[in-house]
């Protein structure tokens, strides 16, 4: 609920944004983009609203995950010390019980690290340690590591992807919007018999806007896609350290 209430007030700051813009007059403008879009055709203004759902869809995404990841980054530098003192301590239920607190829900290394625990205190607990070999035990709890954090990082990468083809498809489908009004353009130089600048100005002027907003639809989206993507990896690395950390507690414990 708290990551839905954030991403739901970045689409109406975002909203609100667009609505600014587009009731504004420029210095260089003699009408506003509402103006504009009085004039355009049904299939113009089809093209535009894909585009502002798109954009919505795009910035919203960017600011829950980017919410999600400083939450992440923030609990996960206060679990890992406290973690490690009770591993260090063998204190292994204090240590699950630190893992699993409400205080780290958004850490990834909390999620990874519980998983091998967890794993190792059942092995432990259901004499699965007497009747597997070493090695066997360490293969299971390692095992369990890699799903933990396969399962992390799908978990961490949810709505990155749509950012990746809002940034791809935008000036394709602002294209789409250009070439209507070409035709527009073209239309109405038809309709007047001759090519003067009012034939034209109406359709040039909204494949102009649609080409605008397809491209200012696609730069935040690229922008906040490879972003979030660089926090990925960071998160990806920051998981595998800890998961050969782990198993390398468990062999010296195991020992």
């Known amino acids: 609920m708290e990551v839905a ?11 609100g944004l667009w609505m600014t813009v587009m009731t504004s ?15 355009m055709g049904p299939t113009a203004i089809g093209v535009a609203i894909v585009l502002f759902i798109m954009s919505f869809w795009s910035i919203g995404v960017a600011i829950e995950r980017i919410y999600t990841y400083n939450k992440a980054r923030t609990q996960s530098k206060l679990y890992a010390p406290q ?8 204190r292994l239920k204090e240590a699950i019980a ?13 999620k990874v690290v519980t998983a091998g625990l967890q794993e190792y205190q059942f092995q432990q607990e259901s004499g699965g340690g007497a009747s597997l070999s070493r090695e066997d035990v360490l ?12 399962l992390t990082a799908s978990d961490l990468k949810k709505g990155v992807s749509s950012l990746a083809t809002i940034g791809s498809t935008a000036p394709f489908v602002g294209l789409l919007g250009t070439v209507v009004g070409v035709i527009n353009a073209f239309q109405g130089i038809a309709t ?17 806007v649609e080409t605008a907003l397809g491209l200012f639809v696609a730069i935040p989206a690229v922008w ?6 660089s926090r ?4 990806n690395v920051e998981m595998d350290n800890s998961s050969s950390e782990l198993v390398d507690y468990f062999i010296k414990k195991t020992a």
């Open 25 to 39: 007059t420029p210095a260089f403008a003699q009408v506003s983009l509402v103006e504009m879009f009085q004039t």
């Open 224 to 229: 906040f896609y490879n972003y979030l993507t």
């Open 139 to 150: 293969d299971t709890v390692r095992r369990s590591i890699q799903r933990a954090s396969a």
């Open 232 to 235: 990925l990896e960071y998160f």
């Open 98 to 110: 630190l893992s699993g607190s409400k205080d780290y829900r958004y850490s990834h290394l909390a």
């Open 83 to 90: 973690v490690a003192k009770h591993l260090k301590d063998s």
């Open 5 to 15: 209430k954030v991403q739901r007030i970045g689409q109406i700051a975002w909203a």
């Open 192 to 208: 007047v018999g001759g090519a003067g600048i009012g034939a034209v100005s109406a359709g040039i002027s909204e494949a102009l």
